[in-house]
């Protein structure tokens, strides 16, 4: 379950442009489709800003680093909150995960290759019109079937609520998703680390 959290941008829409008439010739320019043999659209830029979102976020150090539920507490909170006045996209908030330390270094790197590639959506444009920022309520959603706990791996998952609020009073509907984190460590006694989160 190593895949890459990158659904904090799902459901702010594609940015994508309506398909052209099939009728008129494909130019590489205007509303028209690029030619297949055109490069692929650049990744969207990503801030280097160091700021800390709206409420902030725990950090590392914060947390008891050797208990996996605390840590994938804390380090999806971290993915999850977003503040417009200082990212870009919402995939900012992840690459503050990484530079936090919450991740493996290879989900770490699977974020920073993995960049958006479209515009974050109407969503995000709303919340940026409200400079807004999210706060994230998680609760624990433990499924029985989940495999225990050894000494180098760990699951969690969690009910997550996620709610942007905007400096001027407004406030958008709550998005609910079911989040599940993988944990790992190189040994027993050493400190959990998110191998990759997956929500649905």
Same mark, same amino acid.
């Given at each position: #379950?190593?895949?890459?959290?990158?659904? $904090?941008?799902?459901?702010?829409?594609?940015?994508?442009?309506?398909?052209p008439?099939?009728?008129?010739? +494909?130019?590489?320019?205007?509303?028209?489709?690029?030619?297949?043999? &055109?490069?692929?659209? $650049?990744?969207?830029?990503?801030?280097?800003?160091? &700021?800390t979102?709206?409420?902030?976020?725990?950090?590392?150090? =914060?947390v008891?680093?050797?208990?996996?539920?605390a840590v =994938?507490? $804390?380090?999806?909170t971290? #993915?999850?909150?977003?503040?417009?006045?200082?990212?870009?996209?919402?995939?900012?908030? *992840?690459?503050?995960?990484?530079?936090a330390?919450?991740?493996?270094?290879?989900f &770490?790197?699977q974020?920073?290759?993995? @960049?958006?590639?479209? +515009?974050?959506?109407?969503?995000?444009?709303t919340?940026?019109?409200?400079?807004?920022?999210t706060?994230?309520?998680?609760?624990? /959603?433990?499924? $029985?079937?989940?495999?225990?706990?050894?000494?180098?791996h760990?699951?969690?998952?969690?009910?997550?609520?996620?709610?942007?609020?905007?400096?001027d009073?407004? *406030?958008?509907?709550?998005?609910?998703?079911a989040?599940?984190?993988e944990?790992?460590r190189? /040994?027993?006694g050493d @400190?959990?680390?998110? /191998?990759?989160?997956?929500?649905?």
């Open positions: #379950m190593a895949a890459v959290l990158l659904a $904090a941008g799902c459901g702010f829409g594609s940015g994508s442009d309506p398909k008439p099939a009728s008129r010739p +494909a130019t590489g320019t205007g509303p028209y489709p690029t030619p297949p043999h &055109a490069s692929p659209a $650049a990744p969207l830029p990503s801030t280097t800003n160091t &700021a979102p709206k409420g902030g976020v725990p950090t590392p150090g =914060s008891d680093q050797r208990d996996a539920t =994938s507490r $804390a380090a999806l971290v #993915m999850l909150t977003s503040d417009t006045t200082t990212d870009i996209t919402p995939h900012d908030a *992840n690459l503050r995960a990484v530079r330390g919450w991740c493996t270094e290879d &770490a790197r974020i920073r290759d993995t @960049p958006p590639r479209s +515009a974050p959506g109407a969503t995000w444009t919340w940026t019109r409200h400079r807004a920022y706060t994230v309520n998680l609760r624990p /959603a433990q499924d $029985a079937g989940r495999p225990g706990d050894d000494a180098t760990a699951l969690r998952q969690w009910s997550v609520t996620t709610t942007a609020r905007g400096r009073g407004w *406030n958008g509907p709550p998005d609910i998703v989040a599940f984190v944990l790992s190189p /040994a027993d @400190p959990w680390r998110v /191998a990759g989160v997956s929500l649905q």
